[in-house]
């Protein structure tokens, strides 16, 4: 059995659903495979409110907008495919899908990669004890599996994302014993984030990093290293946060090229203006074409869907360029002032379509 | 500990089953993955690494690092952090290698 | 970095290891793959291959971008070899290996 579908989508997140609803709207036969058995991807157990989102949507809680993602997909033909995860790619061009228990193939006529980003390990002594977890992993816990995940927490980092996981875990009784970071800075960028944390007399440790974790079995104590000093502290979580990066495995698979932007995540696909990559049929949405914000996701989710729909003639021109420009000019107010060396590099990314620094990946 | 009452998301914890892991009962809901019930009670080791056998459990969360490797319902090395809880689950830790040579399993 | 740290939490190889691989002139994390077993284990490198790519940038003086990423071959993720072997359906020859082996009707050339 082949299963044939015009758009197959990898990834149900929030980039993902995005292009679903450019596509399936205009009446394109979509798939979406995930692995997760629901919907929406990391942005489920986003309790944060996110207020820099595309129009239609305002100021909502992540999980809030993942229903209302999932929702406007529900009039259209979508055909979800959970609890699925693409295993590779087969000669023919036909992507291998697996529900666990058979593997099939799928032919779709275009296909939009929507992996998102992995989260970055940060490797001392000990690291690899059973307590010491991913920011993203103790969020989960918390905010999905309703599991408080440990009683006295450290957390090392202090981006955005790592602040709002120990204001969330403070919230559900987790004793937070202090934010580390290595930089001299907080890298937050919210200055409301860091306030909530100085509120909650959370102390954070500039200059700092974990010299040693030390447990019998489990983490139960961890060295702080200062500039000067040593801090001991017992503690049976730590929550670790090096950034996030691209998920390239599926790209890789379909033997597109890479390029490099620090600022976007590290290597990520190379792809044009139509957030399509160098193999003509396989596009790039969300965090996978660039770490960046929830609202500049979405976008990244609309600008290939508009694409495909203009390929496989479903639109004019015209109307895919008057989408386009509008898509890329709402992406800049978003994420220029916001995050102004992303949109820079995305647009340096972009410039480089020509000249990928990885290519031929199989012929090596 | 299961959180009874949400911050932001209210209670939410509903249906109860019970799951064994080495034999023993523990409480978990039937939305949580393996892993995060495990640790709901308190289990945070979950099996030993290959070479240097140390302590390993949870980490990504996201079906990657395979470090909460586990045996569940005789299947071994199945990642407990993609999996939901089932009524009778029978978990064990990851503490070595799956026989895969011995009797009745081909060779 | 202390020379203890595990970097591949899978094969358990520590920092020390990928540092000596490195001064065998490995310069990829495909060389160091190939010399110490780093990334082989059941993820595949997909929690390592950052942190080798830190080491040889320390080590080397190399820029991230002038370090290029390990091969991701298929399967992508773990799968039962039953899956894989026995319930897959009409499908033409594996891509992720085709430069190493072909596979034909069964036969491995």
């Known amino acids: 059995m082949v299963m044939e579908t015009d758009v197959l989508i990898i990834g149900a997140g929030p980039a993902g659903l995005a292009a679903a609803y450019e596509t399936a709207s205009r009446g394109l036969d979509v798939t979406i495979v995930d692995e997760s058995i629901s919907k929406g991807g990391q942005l489920c157990q986003q309790t944060q409110i996110l207020r820099t989102l595309p129009s239609p949507f305002l100021a909502m809680r992540g999980y809030e907008l993942a229903n209302t993602l999932i929702n406007q997909l529900d009039e259209f033909s979508v055909r979800y495919l959970l609890g699925h995860r693409m295993i590779g790619t087969y000669k023919d061009g036909s992507i291998g899908i697996t529900d666990e228990t058979n593997v099939f193939p799928v032919n779709p006529k275009k296909i939009i990669v929507a992996t998102g980003a992995a989260e970055k390990a940060v490797p001392f002594p000990k690291w690899t004890l059973p307590g010491v977890i991913t920011v993203g992993a103790a969020q989960t816990l918390v905010n999905r599996d309703f599991v408080t995940p440990g009683k006295n927490a450290v957390i090392i980092g202090s981006s955005d994302f790592a602040m709002d996981v120990a204001i969330q875990l403070s919230d559900v009784g987790v004793n937070i014993i202090g934010i580390v970071e290595s930089l001299p800075k907080i890298l937050a960028r919210d200055a409301e984030k860091t306030e909530h944390i100085m509120q909650r007399s959370i102390p954070l440790y500039l200059r700092s990093s974990i010299k040693e974790a030390r447990g019998n079995g489990e983490v139960e104590e961890i060295d702080i290293q200062f500039p000067d000093r040593i801090m001991t502290e017992k503690v049976d979580l730590v929550c670790v946060d090096g950034g996030r990066t691209p998920i390239l495995d599926a790209f890789y698979q379909l033997g597109c090229s890479f390029g490099f932007q620090e600022e976007l995540g590290g290597w990520l696909p190379q792809y044009n203006e139509f957030l399509q990559t160098d193999c003509k049929d396989v596009f790039l949405a969300g965090n996978a074409a660039g770490i960046s914000s929830q609202g500049a996701l979405l976008i990244t989710g609309r600008i290939p869907g508009v694409r495909v729909c203009e390929e496989l003639n479903i639109i004019s021109k015209q109307e895919a360029e008057h989408e386009r420009a509008s898509h890329w000019k709402e992406l800049e107010n978003l994420e220029a002032k916001l995050f102004p060396e992303k949109w820079e590099a995305r647009l340096n990314h972009i410039k480089n379509y020509a000249n990928p620094l990885l290519k031929d990946q199989f012929i090596s | ?107 | 970095m202390d020379k203890t740290t595990i970097i591949c939490r899978c094969e358990e190889i520590n920092c020390e290891e990928i540092e000596e691989a490195i001064g065998h002139d490995a310069r990829t994390f495909d060389d160091i793959k190939r010399l110490t077993r780093c990334g082989m284990g059941p993820c595949q490198a997909k929690i390592c291959i950052s942190l080798v790519a830190d080491v040889i940038h320390e080590q080397t003086g190399s820029h991230l971008h002038e370090i290029p990423l390990p091969r991701m071959r298929m399967p992508i993720s773990p799968i039962k070899l039953e899956t894989l072997a026995t319930n897959s359906t009409t499908f033409s020859s594996v891509k992720s290996v085709m430069d190493e082996v072909e596979l034909e009707e069964g036969k491995v050339r």
């Open chain 2, 1 to 107: 500990m299961h959180i009874k009452d949400h911050p932001v998301l209210g209670p939410q914890l509903q249906d109860p089953v019970t799951i064994y892991f080495n034999d023993q009962p523990y409480m978990a809901y039937k939305q949580q993955t393996v892993a995060a019930a495990l640790i709901a009670n308190g289990v945070k080791k979950f099996g030993l690494s290959r070479k240097l056998v140390q302590s390993r459990g949870l980490f990504c969360s996201r079906g990657r690092c395979c470090s909460c490797y586990m045996t569940v319902n005789g299947e071994d090395h199945v990642r407990t952090c993609m999996i939901r809880v089932e009524e009778g689950m029978e978990i064990y830790p990851n503490l070595e290698d799956p026989e895969v040579r011995g009797d009745g399993h081909g060779d």
